[in-house]
């Protein structure tokens, strides 16, 4: 979902918290196991473009703030680099040894 949403591609999807917090609230949501009520999402999707296109281009803003590659990787090096600091050195010889 964050790469379409990157992209600038409206999000139809599963209603569930992990969805919702993933997609920021900016995709179209349909009940879980619930054919007709997706139905009725997508019909909704395709007669109210407008406010799809506009929540894509506003995901697409955010998803390049919140899932941007290099603060992906900076996050992960502060991560790494918070450990290693805080461990000892016979840790991280053991570490090393893998």
Known sequence: ???A??????IVTS???I???VTNNLAIY???DDPEDL????????QNRDIIYK????????????????IFVRSILMTCRSVLEKISEQQYK?????
Request: glycine share 2%.
């Open 1 to 3: 979902m964050a790469d």
């Open 5 to 10: 949403m990157r992209h600038g591609v409206p």
């Open 15 to 17: 209603d569930n918290p």
């Open 19 to 21: 969805y919702r917090e």
């Open 30 to 32: 349909a009940k879980p």
């Open 39 to 46: 139905a009725h999402t997508l019909d909704f999707a395709l």
């Open 55 to 70: 929540n894509a281009i506003i995901a697409k803003k955010y998803a390049d703030n919140v899932y941007n590659e290099k």
């Open 94 to 98: 053991c570490l090393l040894s893998y």
